[in-house]
């Protein structure tokens, strides 16, 4: 058993150093969500002020984690699927896992589109001008400017009466609509009438209804260039496929095949380049973010607190799911990368310094983006809060409009989309890895063999599903998607995960088998977050998402009853997967607390590494009492001679 045992580890393979190994962790956790969605929910709870319980979910929910699935991956070799020999009732969670990986890797390759898309055209343009740099375009209208708002602080009132009512303010409207409004308002004795409007009434907020409406040429240029969406009536009426868009995916997920051909080896080396790049780009960004006018106006909305909105719970709920969204705890890719690790690796380092630099480069990006935001508030006369949105709408909108701006434009934008790209990718490797591996764990003797023909039919099919989202309102379904796949489900499979590992299994027992790893057991802070805090907040997440649920939306358009179920019947897959698991485990075990015993083949993947009594024989020791379900071993049946691996052992055990 032993020899077969280090067989299937050496197929499997693993890391070619340690460095392969950090740096695939520092990019799969440091993605996209670093560079937009990070700095939208920091200016949205008041700045400085989102740090203080960003960090504390960190400390208390996100580290806690993290480090959980690091240890057992590489403890056991196991991918996300048959790493629940620690308590076969759990096995559900394996396979949620890749279910959750498998449906966000379909929408994410369509960011990455989108990036190499980008990329393409500023490539395409580097000795001429950007096309989302002017309204002359055949796709800009009339509501297209370039120009920024007049600055009315500046001007005295006849310039700036005159401002108004030329470029901000349609007067007509007003006074077929707010004219006796304004008259209560500002006490005047007689009726007012348009002649009579003064800038002080053309700026209320009364007759914010009637002002001008732009678009800058980049939002132009996303929405009716590249979505197109203006021939989509919605969801219910995508439209035709966008032989551009379809094209861009076919080559991003070939770019992703050929990255992981080689499987975890060449993964480790492609990572070298794309786990670093992106810092580069941010401290260019930043240098030159800090040398444009009104940088500082960014900064200061970055970074002054607002201490009354630490009584928001949606503040902390916020904080919680960016941890959850950032590290990519639950969707098993920190599973599949440590579980090619060698077996004395030094998780607790990695898992802590893994941490620690993507919540500093949520932090960095921060400054780096808002200075650039700050410029473009100069620029066009607006609040910041209204140069940027969420999503998609900040890294295709309101960057390439602010990137516009700069000296030799193009250059800076190729240079920025490519750091989107290698942000994106590094955890699309990660995604698929877990997926794939998940996958050929299950059967080894059939798809370890063709691994090169089996990642490239996953591709494919990744593809082909994502055509939907390359259609003229493809981005109506890719918010959908967004919206519901990794949301939920990851709260309730870390959940299960403290349960498995800490109350079935046995914490002591978890804390014995890190002690065989690195030398030392975890100290207090491990045991307390595991124990108690980690549950609280995990519960308190699902109980704030519950609360303050909002029906998926898009730029005001509302879902159909349909699309919505859609979207939670994609939201609660892996819940109900989980649950059907467990189910038939309990049946083929004979109970739950049968399927909730440690099975036999538990335990490090080489003989060397087997060096406590109960990883060296089978026998009835219960080392913690029978108080622990997971610690009865039974020693009736001796192992399978295919007990390690292959298509039997999951028929027998999963």
Not at 32 to 48: C, D, E, I, S
Not at 508 to 526: A, H, Q, T
Request: hydrophobic residues 45%; aromatic residues 14%; proline residues 5%.
């Amino acid at each position: 058993m032993g020899n077969k045992k280090e067989e299937d580890e050496n197929e499997r393979g693993n890391w070619g150093g340690r460095l392969d190994f950090l740096l695939s962790c520092i990019g799969y956790a440091v993605g996209l969500g670093n560079v937009w969605r990070f700095p939208y929910l920091a200016y949205r709870n008041g700045g400085a002020t989102f740090l203080i319980p960003y960090i504390i979910m960190l400390i208390i929910a996100g580290l806690p984690l993290f480090f959980i699935e690091l240890a057992i991956g590489q403890f056991s070799s196991e991918g996300p699927i048959t790493v629940w020999k620690v308590s076969p009732i759990f096995s559900g969670i394996g396979f949620g896992m890749c279910i959750v990986s498998g449906m966000v890797s379909i929408y994410y390759n369509i960011i990455i589109m989108y990036a190499i898309y980008y990329m393409f055209v500023s490539f395409v343009h580097l000795d001429d001008i950007l096309p989302w740099q002017s309204c002359n375009n055949t796709f800009n209208t009339e509501s297209c400017r370039v120009e920024p708002y007049p600055d009315l602080k500046s001007m005295n009132e006849s310039d700036k009466l005159l401002a108004l009512k030329d470029e901000v303010v349609n007067t007509t409207c007003v006074a077929s609509k707010y004219l006796m409004n304004l008259t209560d308002i500002y006490n005047v004795s007689t009726p007012l009438t348009e002649m009579d409007l003064n800038s002080t009434m053309l700026m209320d907020k009364v007759v914010k209804d009637c002002k001008f409406t732009y678009q800058t040429p980049s939002e132009q240029y996303w929405s009716r260039y590249v979505l197109q969406i203006q021939d989509s009536d919605g969801i219910e009426n995508v439209g035709d496929v966008s032989l551009r868009n379809c094209l861009c995916l076919f080559f991003a997920w070939i770019l992703i095949f050929f990255c992981l051909i080689k499987g975890i080896k060449s993964t480790g080396k492609v990572v070298y380049f794309t786990a670093t790049f992106p810092y580069v780009i941010l401290v260019i960004l930043l240098i030159r973010g800090v040398t444009l006018p009104g940088h500082m106006a960014g900064i200061e909305f970055y970074v002054i607190p607002k201490p009354e909105l630490l009584l928001n719970a949606k503040v902390w709920g916020d904080a919680a799911t960016q941890i959850f969204y950032s590290l990519g705890i639950g969707f098993g890719g920190l599973l599949t990368m440590s579980s090619y690790n060698k077996f004395k690796n030094n998780v607790y380092r990695d898992a802590i310094l893994v941490s620690c630099i993507n919540c500093g480069t949520s932090i960095f990006a921060g400054f780096a983006i808002f200075s650039l935001l700050g410029f473009m508030a100069t620029v066009t006369n607006q609040p910041i809060e209204d140069v940027a949105s969420q999503g998609p709408g900040l890294a295709f909108i309101a960057y390439p409009e602010g990137i516009a701006r700069l000296p030799v434009a193009p250059i800076w934008a190729f240079l920025f989309f490519f750091m989107l790209l290698t942000l994106g990718m590094d955890s699309q490797f990660a995604m698929m890895e877990t997926l794939i591996s998940g996958i050929t764990d299950i059967f080894p003797h059939i798809l370890r063999k063709r691994k090169l023909v089996f990642t490239l039919f996953c591709c494919m099919v990744g593809f082909l599903l994502g055509i939907p989202m390359t259609t003229k309102g493809g981005i109506y379904v890719m918010t959908l998607m967004d919206w519901y796949t990794g949301s939920y489900n990851l709260m309730f499979l870390a959940l299960m995960e403290i349960v498995c590992l800490m109350y079935v299994y046995g914490f002591r027992n978890f804390c014995e088998d890190i002690s065989l790893m690195v030398g030392y057991k975890p100290n207090i802070y491990w045991l307390a977050t595991w124990l108690f805090l980690t549950p609280a907040a995990l519960l308190f997440i699902l109980v704030i998402s519950g609360v303050q649920y909002l029906p998926v939306t898009y730029e005001g358009y509302a879902y159909p009853s349909w699309a919505e179920g859609i979207g939670w019947i994609m939201a609660m897959l892996p819940v109900a997967v989980f649950l059907i698991v467990a189910i038939v485990q309990a049946v083929r075990y004979g109970g739950i607390r049968e399927a909730a015993r440690t099975t036999k083949e538990w335990g490090p993947a080489l003989p060397e590494n087997r060096t406590i009594p109960r990883y060296n024989n089978f026998g009835t020791a219960d080392l913690e009492g029978q108080e622990n379900l997971a610690m009865e071993y039974p020693t009736k049946v001796p192992p399978p001679a295919y007990a390690n691996g292959g298509d039997k052992y999951v028929v027998e055990h999963l």
